[in-house]
């Protein structure tokens, strides 16, 4: 997923979606800051719409259980894996 964020200097920069250009993950972006502070962002002399962001969001912290595990992924019942498991279980040895 592209969100569209670029770090210099230690700040993020959120870059618009919806450009002149196409801004892909990987891109190569320039930044000029110029000598009055404003930062200027560019791909292919292109000048690009962004925003700065203030703070690094928070990462999602892992649900944990009352007794503190960690709780896993269960498939669902028809899921393909769990007629793989019951056919692997049902099958019995054939003798030649």
Avoid: C, S
């Amino acid at each position: 997923m592209n969100d569209y964020t670029v770090m210099h200097r230690g700040k993020l920069y959120q870059v618009d979606p919806k450009q002149p250009v196409l801004v892909r993950i990987g891109d190569r972006i320039t930044v000029q800051t110029r000598q009055n502070g404003q930062i200027f962002l560019f791909k292919e002399n292109t000048e690009l719409r962004f925003i700065e962001i203030p703070e690094r969001p928070k990462k999602a912290t892992a649900i944990k259980t009352e007794d503190g595990k960690h709780t896993g992924h269960k498939p669902a019942a028809n899921h393909p894996w769990q007629f793989k498991q019951q056919a692997a279980l049902t099958l019995k040895p054939v003798l030649a």
